[in-house]
Protein backbone atom coordinates (compact mmCIF):
# COMPACT_ATOMS: atom_id res chain seq x y z
CA UNK A 1 0.00 0.00 0.00
CA UNK A 2 0.94 3.43 -0.62
CA UNK A 3 2.28 5.93 1.49
CA UNK A 4 -0.55 8.44 2.37
CA UNK A 5 0.47 11.72 1.20
CA UNK A 6 -2.08 13.65 2.36
CA UNK A 7 -0.87 12.96 6.45
CA UNK A 8 2.29 15.19 5.23
CA UNK A 9 0.29 18.17 3.19
CA UNK A 10 -1.71 18.44 5.91
CA UNK A 11 0.72 19.27 8.63
CA UNK A 12 2.49 21.84 6.22
CA UNK A 13 -0.71 23.16 4.70
CA UNK A 14 -0.70 27.37 5.16
CA UNK A 15 -4.17 27.65 7.41
CA UNK A 16 -6.04 30.74 8.40
CA UNK A 17 -7.61 31.35 11.97
CA UNK A 18 -6.30 31.47 15.31
CA UNK A 19 -3.50 28.94 16.83
CA UNK A 20 -5.97 26.94 18.54
CA UNK A 21 -8.42 26.59 14.99
CA UNK A 22 -5.68 25.92 12.38
CA UNK A 23 -4.46 23.27 15.06
CA UNK A 24 -7.97 22.06 15.24
CA UNK A 25 -8.54 22.11 11.80
CA UNK A 26 -4.85 20.30 10.98
CA UNK A 27 -5.42 17.11 13.28
CA UNK A 28 -8.93 16.62 11.92
CA UNK A 29 -8.36 17.36 8.39
CA UNK A 30 -5.62 14.45 9.32
CA UNK A 31 -8.42 12.01 10.70
CA UNK A 32 -10.11 12.39 7.36
CA UNK A 33 -6.97 11.39 5.46
CA UNK A 34 -6.23 8.54 7.62
CA UNK A 35 -9.60 6.83 7.14
CA UNK A 36 -9.94 7.87 3.89
CA UNK A 37 -7.02 5.43 3.06
CA UNK A 38 -8.01 2.78 5.04
CA UNK A 39 -11.08 2.80 2.92
CA UNK A 40 -8.99 2.18 0.47
CA UNK A 41 -8.69 5.60 -1.59
CA UNK A 42 -4.88 6.39 -2.36
CA UNK A 43 -5.52 10.02 -3.35
CA UNK A 44 -2.30 12.04 -2.78
CA UNK A 45 -2.51 15.42 -3.05
CA UNK A 46 -5.68 17.56 -1.14
CA UNK A 47 -5.95 19.21 -4.62
CA UNK A 48 -7.36 15.72 -6.08
CA UNK A 49 -9.76 15.17 -3.37
CA UNK A 50 -13.56 15.35 -4.54
CA UNK A 51 -16.89 15.18 -3.46
CA UNK A 52 -16.41 11.58 -3.53
CA UNK A 53 -14.15 11.05 -1.36
CA UNK A 54 -15.80 13.61 1.43
CA UNK A 55 -18.86 11.14 0.83
CA UNK A 56 -17.32 7.80 1.72
CA UNK A 57 -15.88 9.02 4.73
CA UNK A 58 -18.90 11.00 6.00
CA UNK A 59 -20.81 7.95 5.22
CA UNK A 60 -18.30 5.62 7.53
CA UNK A 61 -18.29 8.47 10.15
CA UNK A 62 -21.95 7.91 10.13
CA UNK A 63 -22.07 4.16 10.27
CA UNK A 64 -19.55 4.50 13.41
CA UNK A 65 -22.35 6.27 15.17
CA UNK A 66 -20.03 9.87 15.22
CA UNK A 67 -22.41 12.77 16.41
CA UNK A 68 -23.77 15.18 13.58
CA UNK A 69 -22.27 17.78 15.42
CA UNK A 70 -18.27 16.10 15.32
CA UNK A 71 -19.18 14.65 11.53
CA UNK A 72 -19.48 18.65 10.60
CA UNK A 73 -16.37 19.73 12.47
CA UNK A 74 -14.32 17.66 10.91
CA UNK A 75 -15.61 17.98 7.77
CA UNK A 76 -15.51 21.47 8.02
CA UNK A 77 -11.75 21.15 8.73
CA UNK A 78 -11.60 18.84 5.43
CA UNK A 79 -12.93 21.91 3.58
CA UNK A 80 -10.56 24.01 4.61
CA UNK A 81 -7.36 22.17 4.23
CA UNK A 82 -8.42 21.81 0.72
CA UNK A 83 -9.30 25.36 0.12
CA UNK A 84 -5.48 26.12 0.99
CA UNK A 85 -4.02 24.04 -1.97
CA UNK A 86 -7.07 25.40 -3.98
CA UNK A 87 -9.53 23.01 -4.02
CA UNK A 88 -12.95 24.75 -3.73
CA UNK A 89 -14.80 22.05 -5.34
CA UNK A 90 -16.14 20.50 -1.69
CA UNK A 91 -19.93 21.18 -1.34
CA UNK A 92 -20.85 23.83 0.88
CA UNK A 93 -24.28 22.56 2.16
CA UNK A 94 -23.49 19.75 4.93
CA UNK A 95 -26.96 18.10 3.63
CA UNK A 96 -25.28 17.27 0.46
CA UNK A 97 -23.49 14.49 2.29
CA UNK A 98 -26.57 13.36 4.02
CA UNK A 99 -25.11 15.21 7.46
CA UNK A 100 -28.08 15.55 10.01
CA UNK A 101 -30.40 14.02 8.06
CA UNK A 102 -32.22 11.63 10.48
CA UNK A 103 -34.12 9.89 7.96
CA UNK A 104 -31.22 9.17 5.62
CA UNK A 105 -31.73 5.97 4.45
CA UNK A 106 -28.77 4.32 1.92
CA UNK A 107 -29.25 3.55 -1.77
CA UNK A 108 -26.51 1.58 -2.23
CA UNK A 109 -25.57 -1.84 -0.30
CA UNK A 110 -22.45 -1.65 1.57
CA UNK A 111 -22.55 -5.08 2.52
CA UNK A 112 -19.28 -7.04 2.39
CA UNK A 113 -20.68 -10.09 -0.11
CA UNK A 114 -20.73 -13.64 1.25
CA UNK A 115 -18.23 -15.47 -1.52
CA UNK A 116 -15.96 -12.27 -1.13
CA UNK A 117 -16.20 -13.29 2.95
CA UNK A 118 -15.73 -16.85 2.74
CA UNK A 119 -12.63 -16.54 0.13
CA UNK A 120 -11.07 -14.55 3.11
CA UNK A 121 -12.10 -16.79 5.97
CA UNK A 122 -10.75 -19.55 4.46
CA UNK A 123 -7.08 -17.89 3.59
CA UNK A 124 -7.21 -16.72 7.30
CA UNK A 125 -7.90 -20.19 8.87
CA UNK A 126 -5.05 -21.64 6.48
CA UNK A 127 -2.40 -18.82 8.23
CA UNK A 128 -0.29 -18.04 11.09
CA UNK A 129 -1.53 -17.94 14.31
CA UNK A 130 -2.10 -14.20 13.65
CA UNK A 131 -4.84 -14.83 10.66
CA UNK A 132 -6.49 -17.43 12.42
CA UNK A 133 -7.63 -15.11 15.34
CA UNK A 134 -8.52 -12.36 12.71
CA UNK A 135 -10.56 -15.18 11.75
CA UNK A 136 -12.01 -15.39 14.48
CA UNK A 137 -12.95 -11.86 15.02
CA UNK A 138 -14.14 -11.56 11.69
CA UNK A 139 -16.97 -14.89 12.11
CA UNK A 140 -18.21 -12.75 15.28
CA UNK A 141 -18.54 -9.33 13.50
CA UNK A 142 -20.02 -11.73 10.84
CA UNK A 143 -22.57 -13.71 12.70
CA UNK A 144 -23.51 -11.16 15.52
CA UNK A 145 -23.39 -7.99 13.82
CA UNK A 146 -20.86 -6.57 16.03
CA UNK A 147 -18.23 -3.70 15.43
CA UNK A 148 -14.72 -4.21 15.12
CA UNK A 149 -13.88 -3.09 18.89
CA UNK A 150 -16.98 -5.09 20.34
CA UNK A 151 -15.73 -8.08 18.83
CA UNK A 152 -11.92 -7.24 20.07
CA UNK A 153 -13.47 -6.66 23.58
CA UNK A 154 -15.88 -9.50 23.89
CA UNK A 155 -15.05 -12.38 26.50
CA UNK A 156 -16.68 -15.31 26.22
CA UNK A 157 -15.88 -16.27 29.31
CA UNK A 158 -17.95 -13.30 31.01
CA UNK A 159 -20.13 -12.67 27.67
CA UNK A 160 -21.72 -16.69 27.20
CA UNK A 161 -24.27 -16.68 30.05
CA UNK A 162 -27.13 -19.64 31.43
CA UNK A 163 -29.67 -20.36 28.95
CA UNK A 164 -27.62 -19.89 25.78
CA UNK A 165 -27.55 -15.94 25.93
CA UNK A 166 -24.99 -13.69 24.77
CA UNK A 167 -23.98 -10.32 27.36
CA UNK A 168 -22.19 -7.55 25.28
CA UNK A 169 -20.42 -4.84 26.78
CA UNK A 170 -17.21 -4.12 26.39
CA UNK A 171 -16.75 -1.75 23.74
CA UNK A 172 -20.26 -1.03 22.85
CA UNK A 173 -21.10 2.88 22.04
CA UNK A 174 -21.83 4.69 25.43
CA UNK A 175 -20.82 1.86 27.33
CA UNK A 176 -24.17 0.88 26.72
CA UNK A 177 -24.04 -2.79 27.27
CA UNK A 178 -27.15 -5.50 25.81
CA UNK A 179 -28.01 -9.14 26.08
CA UNK A 180 -29.03 -11.72 23.06
CA UNK A 181 -31.35 -13.75 24.68
CA UNK A 182 -32.30 -15.97 21.99
CA UNK A 183 -29.38 -16.29 19.92
CA UNK A 184 -28.86 -18.97 17.50
CA UNK A 185 -25.69 -21.93 17.73
CA UNK A 186 -23.76 -20.39 14.89
CA UNK A 187 -23.68 -16.99 17.14
CA UNK A 188 -22.82 -19.08 20.33
CA UNK A 189 -19.90 -21.08 18.51
CA UNK A 190 -18.86 -17.75 16.87
CA UNK A 191 -18.44 -16.23 20.22
CA UNK A 192 -16.56 -20.09 21.84
CA UNK A 193 -14.01 -20.19 19.13
CA UNK A 194 -12.72 -16.70 20.50
CA UNK A 195 -11.53 -18.57 23.67
CA UNK A 196 -8.08 -19.74 22.42
CA UNK A 197 -7.28 -16.03 22.00
CA UNK A 198 -7.93 -13.99 24.70
CA UNK A 199 -4.95 -12.87 26.12
CA UNK A 200 -3.89 -11.22 29.74
CA UNK A 201 -6.28 -7.93 28.63
CA UNK A 202 -9.45 -10.50 28.60
CA UNK A 203 -9.81 -9.55 24.90
CA UNK A 204 -8.94 -11.09 21.60
CA UNK A 205 -6.15 -8.28 21.04
CA UNK A 206 -2.29 -9.45 20.72
CA UNK A 207 -1.19 -8.67 24.24
CA UNK A 208 1.78 -6.57 22.41
CA UNK A 209 -0.37 -4.74 20.41
CA UNK A 210 -2.47 -1.60 21.13
CA UNK A 211 -5.86 -1.66 19.84
CA UNK A 212 -5.32 1.15 17.83
CA UNK A 213 -2.43 -1.00 15.91
CA UNK A 214 -4.75 -4.37 16.13
CA UNK A 215 -7.49 -2.78 13.88
CA UNK A 216 -5.59 -0.76 11.46
CA UNK A 217 -3.27 -4.55 11.03
CA UNK A 218 -6.38 -6.34 10.55
CA UNK A 219 -7.85 -3.71 7.71
CA UNK A 220 -4.74 -4.00 5.94
CA UNK A 221 -4.65 -7.59 6.49
CA UNK A 222 -8.55 -8.40 4.95
CA UNK A 223 -8.12 -5.67 2.50
CA UNK A 224 -5.28 -7.50 0.83
CA UNK A 225 -6.96 -10.30 0.90
CA UNK A 226 -10.02 -8.60 -1.38
CA UNK A 227 -12.47 -7.11 1.83
CA UNK A 228 -11.63 -3.76 1.27
CA UNK A 229 -14.05 -0.60 -1.00
CA UNK A 230 -11.53 -0.66 -3.79
CA UNK A 231 -11.74 -4.53 -4.50
CA UNK A 232 -15.98 -5.13 -3.63
CA UNK A 233 -17.16 -2.13 -2.32
CA UNK A 234 -17.03 -3.16 1.51
CA UNK A 235 -15.16 -2.34 4.19
CA UNK A 236 -14.09 -4.27 7.00
CA UNK A 237 -17.40 -2.87 8.46
CA UNK A 238 -19.08 -4.43 5.49
CA UNK A 239 -19.68 -7.50 7.65
CA UNK A 240 -22.23 -5.17 9.85
CA UNK A 241 -23.94 -4.07 6.90
CA UNK A 242 -24.38 -7.95 5.76
CA UNK A 243 -25.86 -8.84 9.69
CA UNK A 244 -28.33 -6.24 8.93
CA UNK A 245 -29.21 -7.25 5.81
CA UNK A 246 -29.62 -10.77 6.52
CA UNK A 247 -31.49 -10.33 9.99
CA UNK A 248 -33.81 -7.60 7.90
CA UNK A 249 -34.42 -10.49 5.42
CA UNK A 250 -35.43 -13.01 8.27
CA UNK A 251 -37.55 -10.41 10.33
CA UNK A 252 -39.64 -8.97 7.16
CA UNK A 253 -38.90 -11.94 4.86
CA UNK A 254 -38.45 -8.97 2.20
CA UNK A 255 -34.84 -7.38 1.07
CA UNK A 256 -32.92 -4.46 2.93
CA UNK A 257 -34.62 -1.13 1.16
CA UNK A 258 -30.66 -0.02 -0.01
CA UNK A 259 -31.07 -3.57 -2.37
CA UNK A 260 -34.06 -2.33 -4.40
CA UNK A 261 -31.89 0.71 -5.67
Not at 2 to 11: I, P
Not at 28 to 44: C, D, E, M, P, T
Not at 121 to 132: A, V
Amino acid sequence: MSKNKLLYGAKIALLTGSGKTQYNNRGQSIRFAKRLHQLGYQVQHWKNISNRHIGVVVDDWQQQGLAVSTIKAYLSSARQMCRAYGNDRIHKNNSEFGVGKRCYIATQSKAAPEIVYRGVLDQLLSGSERFQRIARQLTVMHELGLRHEETRKINPTTALLPKGRIYISAGTKGGRDRILHTPSQKQIDAVKKLAPFIGKNSNSGPDEVSEASWKKYVCKIVGRMGLCIRACGASLHGLRHAYAQARHKYLTNLPAPCLYS
